[in-house]
Nanobody
Framework: QVQLVESGGGLVQAGGSLRLSCAASGSIFSINAMAWYRQAPGKQREVVAQITRGGTTNYADPVKGRFTISRDNAKNTVYLQMNSLKPEDTAVYYC??????????????WGQGTQVTVSS
């Protein structure tokens, strides 16, 4: 009964910036990790960035130095700050969370996706 809702997508020119947000709600004991994925038309979904509850981060090579993932554990929210956007970043961006439903049970949830379009 956990829901992830993304927001912040839109249309931006190359070199511009966007900030995506993902808020988790429902019967949550803990959020153990959160991540952003993206999927362009005709391509497979790929991980963009991930962050653990403790703050450890990882980034896909194409976005290193341009994107920053962060989280607010108190609000069960993860953000993706995207700077210096390129047309190649155009995709639907999906939030993912590894949610602890109890001290001994966790489950992976997905958001509905938000469109990011970068024009050249």
């Amino acid at each position: 009964q956990v829901q992830l809702v993304e927001s912040g997508g839109g249309l931006v020119q190359a070199g511009g910036s966007l900030r995506l947000s993902c808020a988790a709600s429902g019967s949550i004991f803990s959020i153990n990790a959160m991540a952003w994925y993206r999927q362009a038309p005709g391509k497979q979904r790929e991980v963009v960035a991930q962050i653990t509850r403790g703050g450890t981060t990882n980034y896909a090579d194409p976005v290193k130095g341009r994107f920053t993932i962060s989280r607010d554990n108190a609000k069960n929210t993860v953000y993706l700050q995207m700077n210096s956007l390129k047309p190649e970043d155009t995709a639907v961006y999906y939030c993912n969370a590894l949610v602890g439903l109890s001290p001994r049970l966790e489950y992976n949830y997905w958001g509905q996706g938000t469109q990011v379009t970068v024009s050249s």
